[in-house]
């Protein structure tokens, strides 16, 4: 079987492609750069540009499934104009590709989208599941909204559309967890706000297994991929500061200090949002990684 990925290079995007290669399955990508284009048997490349809202027809050949992770990364000072890639790296990625299923014959039955738990309002007593009709009155929760309805857009084709709602990425070569361990290993590690915030995890390997689950078993809908047991930002920190055997003796870092450093990005630190498992659960997927200190362990070793 082959599957079209775009955002083939990124933290989900690379582990997935390897995961799928051992698998035995072939992978069409779109990049944007053309430089990065290969052609192998099992790995080949095409060429888009959301912007402009081109892409290879040739990329849909013999594919299936597309999976799509394409999207400018959160972890960026988020000016005005960065607010606009974010948004617009996502919106438009997505119609490009429902326009290129539109008007082009090909064989896809199955489109799999990133999302993210961005969408669900900050709240330290709220448990929110895929059902909650609550939407985050912010600029990731407005992101969220759009980039999902752009994903429905292509089931109105008669595609089975699965929107997968990302957690924490817990990885040792890039992402939140990278950025955590960065000053713990110098001894100046520190919570973030009130540290009672609900930070709602997962390992890359079971975000990746997540993905794959949903290929394999053709799920449609939303799905929130994210452990089932997510710990507070103090417990976060704490763990991470446990497995590296270092102290941890600085004060949290309020809220007012990061919003000075990061502006409004710092709300990644500081929301809260306590999201459920049990749907992807309920589909038959089994997580590799339960506990966030064997998590963290694991990542960081790699």
Not at 49 to 78: M, Y
Not at 86 to 113: C, D, E, P
Not at 230 to 236: I, S
Not at 261 to 269: I, K, N, P, R, Y
Request: hydrophobic share 40%; aromatic share 8%; charged share 20%.
């Amino acid at each position: 079987m082959r599957v079209l990925i775009t955002g083939a290079t990124g933290l989900v995007g690379s582990a997935l492609v390897s995961r799928l290669l051992k698998e035995g399955y072939s992978i069409n990508y779109l990049t944007t750069s053309k430089s990065k284009i290969q052609h192998t048997e099992n790995y080949q490349g095409f060429y888009w540009n959301p912007e402009k809202g081109e892409a290879d027809p040739a990329c849909l050949d013999d594919v299936g499934t597309i999976i799509h992770l394409a999207g400018a990364s959160i972890s960026k000072r988020w000016t005005a104009d960065y607010k606009e890639e974010i948004l617009q790296s996502r919106v438009l990625g997505t119609r490009v590709l429902a326009t290129l299923l539109k008007n082009n014959a090909h064989y896809v039955h199955q489109f799999i989208s990133a999302s993210a738990i961005g969408i669900y309002p900050d709240s330290e007593t709220t448990l929110y599941t895929e059902d909650s009709t609550g939407r985050d009155n912010s600029f990731l929760g407005m992101v969220v909204e759009k980039w999902e309805a752009c994903a429905d857009a292509v089931a109105t084709l008669g595609i089975k559309v699965a929107k997968i709602r990302t957690g924490l990425v817990l990885s040792g070569k890039s992402g939140v967890l990278k950025e955590l361990a960065a000053p713990v290993k110098l001894g100046a590690g520190a919570a973030f706000g009130k540290g009672t915030q609900m930070q709602s995890w997962i390992h890359i390997d079971d975000m990746v297994g997540i993905y794959l689950h949903v290929l394999l078993n053709g799920l449609e809908g939303v799905y929130n991929a994210v452990a089932p047991y997510p710990v507070t930002q103090n417990e976060l920190v704490k763990t991470v500061a446990k497995v590296l055997d270092k102290p941890l003796l600085l004060p949290n870092i309020p809220r007012f200090a990061m919003k000075l450093v990061l502006g409004e990005m710092s709300t990644l630190l500081y929301d809260s949002q306590n999201v459920s498992a049990r749907k992807i659960v309920a589909s038959g997927y089994q997580f590799k990684f339960l506990s966030v200190e064997t998590a963290v362990a694991d990542a960081l070793a790699q």
